[in-house]
């Protein structure tokens, strides 16, 4: 079987082996450079938000133990004033 794609502008099966869709003229080779160029924007896209998920969980941890620290020190002061 040989290999086949479907042209991005036109729609319709080509071979791998034409650089050009014989349908309409659009070049296969630019379309998968953009298609790299997606790609990779979005894998850039999905880092940055990875690691404002890993801030944000960072930031959030920290509020928290300031809460726990708050809530021994209010913890204490109750057992103090029994």
Request: hydrophobic residues 40%; negative net charge.
């Amino acid at each position: 079987m040989q290999s086949v794609c479907i042209c991005k502008s036109c729609g319709r099966t080509i071979d791998m082996d034409f650089l050009y869709c014989p349908w309409c003229g659009e070049s296969r080779i630019e379309q998968a450079v953009k298609e790299a160029n997606l790609d990779s924007i979005f894998t850039r896209l999905e880092q940055l938000q990875v690691q404002d998920k890993v801030k944000h969980i960072q930031k959030l941890d920290a509020e928290l133990a300031e809460l726990e620290r708050d809530l021994e020190t209010i913890a204490l002061s109750v057992e103090m004033h029994k």
